[in-house]
């Protein structure tokens, strides 16, 4: 198993892939970049090098209607789904949503709008 720098970085809202084309590997994140990578490297491998966003919002989608978000906690080790209903009713899994019906993660979603 041939192994990654360290300092490898590989961010993008999708997991990594890998693709070859000739003799060459390629990573992908869906960020619509292609890193070019060493032969042999392992999907696990990549994994241990990305960087996922701490929010995604399409910017071309005005309307946040019927989608979900992924929104990291503020220590970073936990993640929160922040769901949009088809009546722009936004809700939250984590605590403070459950307490107080409003939360961070829900103010950062619409303060990226």
């Known amino acids: 198993m041939t192994k990654l720098s360290k300092n490898f970085k ?3 809202i999708y997991p990594p892939a890998i ?3 000739g ?3 390629y990573a992908l994140t869906g960020n619509g970049k ?3 990578i060493p032969n042999g490297v392992t999907v696990e491998e990549l994994e241990k090098h990305w960087i996922k966003p701490d ?3 399409n910017k071309k989608e005005k309307n ?3 989608q979900e978000f992924i929104v ?5 080790d936990k993640s929160y ?7 722009n009713n936004f809700t939250c899994n984590c605590a403070g949503f459950g307490f107080r019906r409003k939360c961070r993660h829900i103010t950062e979603i619409k303060n990226k709008k």
Request: proline share 0%; glycine share 6%.
């Open 23 to 25: 003799n060459k590997s």
């Open 19 to 21: 693709t070859t084309i």
């Open 64 to 66: 946040l209607e019927n």
């Open 81 to 87: 789904i922040v769901k949009v209903d088809n009546q």
């Open 72 to 76: 990291k906690s503020s220590k970073g």
């Open 55 to 57: 929010v995604y919002i």
């Open 34 to 36: 292609w890193t070019e």
């Open 10 to 12: 590989l961010e993008g």
